[in-house]
């Protein structure tokens, strides 16, 4: 347990009170994606398979580059190039890739001191603990992003429904960048459309494509 001894230390010289404000914060398309009024302590879903890793790095982005604090529990796939890339600060990013059997403690200690966290679990979390560990981030302002099956009691669902890679030619080239479509549960009619990755490895809004006439 001397892993989850560091994380307590580094969770001291941490308050999400004093990073960012009531509203989460999130790069321009994400938020006209999700709207204005998505609180702090929001549970969100990342649905899907489709773009996850990159969908979570872009709201993590948006805390962090507010000032936040963000941790990620349970992702041995996370990687922190492409995160930093979309924006995400390695100095203010806490990793727990494989925390076994104190999944529980782990997620309910960064839940009190990170401004968001991202956590996966493979199977479907009890209502009875996913209602516990959701009260404990609302108290403490923290925003709780989750991949796989989503929690009882989500406040948002979200996911990528259209994915397309550019970059190869006819035989040849490499993969350069990715067209996506972000969907959000609560507000089924809106669709934004992002490069994820852009050319650059960051996350950038994509032209709406003009049909020929």
Sequence with gaps: MADFARLRAMLGDTDPREAV???????????RLLGSRVRRGALVAIEGEAARYSLSMVLLAGVSSAGGWCAVVGVPAFGCVAAAAYGVRPETLGLVPQPGAAWTDVVSALTTGMDAVLVHRPEQVPGGLARQLTARARRSGCTVLTLGPAWE????????????????????????????????????????DLWLPAEDGGAREAAPVVSAA
């Design 21 to 31: 404000g009531d509203q989460l914060p999130m790069i321009p398309p994400i938020r």
């Design 153 to 192: 009691g989500s406040d948002l669902r979200i996911s990528v429904v259209r994915r397309q890679w550019y970059g190869l030619a006819q035989g040849g080239g490499r993969l350069r960048r990715c067209r996506v479509t972000v969907v959000a549960s609560h507000r089924p009619r809106v669709r934004v």
